[in-house]
């Protein structure tokens, strides 16, 4: 699940999803929604550039 992988990269980088959320311009509360829905490819892609990862690591749940 893609919000189980941005967790582990949130923590691995001590931030916060709503850190994450401010710093890449994505409504507060939008990244939890992604556990019941997919994302929009931008904000997906400014998530992944946020990591420094791809889009497709973000969708791997095996990462690391």
Do not use: Q
Not at 1 to 18: A, G, R, T, Y
């Amino acid at each position: 699940m893609i919000l189980d992988v941005i967790v582990k990269l949130c923590k691995e980088h001590n931030v916060s999803i709503s850190k994450v959320e401010k710093d890449c311009g994505i409504g507060n509360g939008t990244i939890r929604g992604w556990n019941k829905s997919f994302p929009r490819t931008d904000n997906l892609k400014k998530v992944a550039d946020y990591f420094g990862v791809t889009i497709e690591e973000l969708l791997t749940e095996d990462r690391r």
